[in-house]
């Protein structure tokens, strides 16, 4: 079965500790990742994705097949970085399965 | 700036009395979808259009038809409102159908019913 699971419903870590939100998928082609932010009262975002290999606001994201992991990470939290974090998935422009498969979210909350 | 635009940002029906939710987008994107979002979850997809080409996910009710006049404009109705469709509803975009597309997204319709 598709699936994407982000086993936190909560994450609150400190200003300026490191965050690392979790993301499992199933997948039996070769999927696309993506994280995608929702800051208080602003719209759904992409944050970014595994194709890009890109750092975006300070977090990075590295697609480990091995594991079916793409956990994101930031090495020191700040407070604007509060918000609800989904990781989503889809499959590839080989690959007829083209909607995006999004987890539960995590809301994270950084501590002043 | 191009955007996606969806109105009301806040709709209140009546129990069963059909209701219209608006999109629109000044991306020129090939695709426009609808999403269900209820609280604290993630969103739902319930259908898209790949231009003109209209595609409904296999456990959207019934009860929620879209309508998709030209490339800009995407209408959401839902013809006999129960409770249980209380949410937010969020409009996106994307240039392509592939998962390397990035979605772009409204800022959503929150829809009551009493």
Not at chain 1, 3 to 25: D, H, W
Not at chain 1, 83 to 91: D, P, V
Not at chain 2, 24 to 47: D, E, G, I, R
């Amino acid at each position: 079965a598709q699936r994407v699971t982000q086993p936190e419903k909560l994450l609150s870590v400190f200003k300026g500790a490191p965050v690392e939100l979790k993301c499992n998928y199933s997948y039996s082609g070769s999927p696309e990742l993506f994280w995608y932010v929702q800051y208080s009262r602003q719209r759904l975002q992409l944050l970014l994705r595994h194709i890009s290999r890109e750092s975006i606001k300070g977090f990075t994201a590295d697609l480990n097949k091995g594991e079916t992991s793409f956990h994101l990470k930031k090495p020191f939290a700040q407070e604007e970085d509060s918000a609800m974090y989904y990781c989503a998935l889809s499959g590839s422009s080989m690959d007829s399965n083209y909607q995006l498969i999004w987890g539960a979210g995590t809301k994270l909350i950084i501590k002043p | 700036d191009a955007m996606v635009i969806q109105n009301p940002r806040y709709q209140v029906t009546q129990f069963g009395k059909p209701v219209t939710l608006s999109c629109s987008q000044t991306l020129n994107h090939n695709v426009m979808y609808w999403y269900q979002q209820k609280s604290s979850q993630a969103p739902k997809l319930l259908f898209h259009y790949y231009d003109k080409d209209f595609n409904n996910e296999a456990d959207t009710p019934d009860n929620f038809q879209s309508r998709r006049p030209n490339t800009s404009f995407c209408f959401l109705d839902i013809r006999s409102p129960g409770l249980g469709d209380a949410a937010m509803y969020l409009c996106a975009t994307s240039k392509g159908l592939a998962g390397t597309y990035e979605q772009y997204f409204g800022p959503g319709t929150r829809l009551t019913v009493t």
